[in-house]
């Protein structure tokens, strides 16, 4: 007979190993469509990126007798890394991505559960800065140009708008860089939302391999969401916050003013989608309660609101989740839940 002392007592049958099976299927859809836009070439990259992130796993548990490649995190790592690439990265760079993400931010602070970020977008940052040239070239989908390398991207054709002179000309600016699609351009004239949200939401714009089809990312998070794996928090908050953020700011770099931003463009565009389901909900590096949840997806959509419109850079996802998660500490410890059983004792009257 087993006698247990303490309380409470909680089994879950939810295992980390079963737990990566989930976001691996939910990113699934997302790479499928990548590689079919972008040709085998993207496929490479991913098997690129998830071999070398399992080989460094590997290697280094040899070193410290621990081995937990079963447990699928140094997969869902690398194939993250490989979603992050633009499809004609030389190979070398999701290589050095996944080994840094793997190496130094993973097994560097004791291995899975211990690092302060996630992996994967540190890795990606990382090689963003150190080969910005190859991270910011991209190639649109096979059946949307001839010549389909092209380094303009609804965000990167923003930007430019911005930085380049040409507020207020957005929508200009993005008619003479980017091409749309027929379907694009149906929908546009139905429904009168424009067209480039609509590419960018099925998939039919360029960008990084795992990130153009906000639609299937979407679905994915759907499925992480009904399993269970995440909670709808971070994802809707950080989501809503940097829509709302948009609508009501966004037009003001473009010379249109307050609550004349556009929204479903951002949203769909670049990592924003990928980021906010699959890499701002990592458990390790996320807020425990349910309140340090919010106020982390609030910080997440603000900084990445700041950074797109008012930074130098087109994308701020990354970034953002990265600063968050340094900030993750702090917001547990002041946002703290009711010990369980715990009854708040009554104040002692004041004596007369």
Known sequence: ??????????????????????????????????????????????????????????????????????????????????????????????????????????????????????????GRVFVFFSFTSQMSSFTLPRWMAVDALSSATPLSAMKTAITGGAAGRSAELLSSTIPTTELADSISSALGISPYAVDAFFGNVGGCIGEVSALLLLVGGIFLIAAKIITWRIPVVYIGSFALLSWVFGGIPYG??????????????????????????????????????????????FFTFLIRYFGSLPEGVSLAIIMMNIITPTIDRFIRVKPFGYVRKPKKEAKA
């Open 256 to 301: 249109l003013g307050a609550f004349h931003g556009e929204i479903l463009v951002p949203i769909f565009s670049g990592g924003l989608m990928l980021g906010a389901f699959f890499m701002a909900t990592d458990w390790v590096t996320t807020p425990t309660t349910p309140k340090g949840e919010i106020i982390f997806a609030l910080g997440c959509g």
């Open 1 to 122: 007979m087993r006698t247990v002392r303490t309380s409470p007592h909680i089994h879950g049958s939810l295992r980390t190993d079963k737990a990566m099976l989930f976001v691996i299927a939910a990113l699934l859809p997302s790479c499928i469509w990548g590689v079919w836009a972008f040709g085998l070439r993207a496929l490479l990259v991913l098997i690129v990126s998830v071999a070398s992130a399992m080989l460094v796993e590997y290697l280094l548990g040899l070193v410290s007798k621990e081995f937990t490649l079963k447990d699928y995190s140094a997969a869902v790592t690398g194939l993250l890394v490989g979603m992050n690439m633009p499809p004609e990265i030389p190979l070398y760079i999701p290589v050095i991505a996944s080994a840094f993400a793997i190496a130094v931010v993973k097994w560097t602070f004791g291995g899975l559960g211990c690092n302060w970020m996630n992996p994967a977008l540190a």
